[in-house]
């Protein structure tokens, strides 16, 4: 079974910048891509990025294109979120997923049963 851990959530000001990392060990075979989604309180969670581990390519959603950039650590099997302008609207719990077989596309964004999670981080924008 895949294992996530995400990392680097905090306290920012808006307009501030952060790192989120999502470490990923135990692959296996058939796992393309990994993504980045958020749940705020009181809202469903959200696709926002995704990251195809072989090729590099990449996805973002609507509300984080331009703001948000998705890279991969390919050595130390890590995906990294660099998240800057941030808004209080972005304030919410972040995680990273994967699955057999799923490929980077806007499909990723919008499936919810992954077979994979990670516990999630916090992120809270406030002055």
């Known amino acids: 079974q895949v294992q996530l851990v995400e990392s680097g959530g905090g306290l920012v000001q808006p307009g501030g910048s952060l790192r989120l990392s999502c470490r990923v060990s135990r692959f296996t075979l058939n796992y393309y891509a990994i993504g980045w989604f958020r749940q705020g309180p009181g809202k469903e969670r959200e696709g926002l990025s995704c990251?195809?581990?072989?090729?590099?390519?990449?996805y973002y959603s609507d509300s984080v294109k331009g703001r948000f950039a998705i890279s991969r650590d390919y050595a130390k099997t890590t995906v990294f979120l660099q998240m800057n302008s941030l808004k209080p609207e972005d304030a919410a719990v972040y995680y990273c997923a994967t699955d057999r077989f799923m490929r980077c596309g806007s499909h990723f964004l919008t499936r919810t049963d992954f077979g994979s999670w990670g516990q999630g981080t916090q992120v809270t924008v406030s002055s």
């Open positions: 990251i195809g581990l072989s090729d590099g390519t990449t």
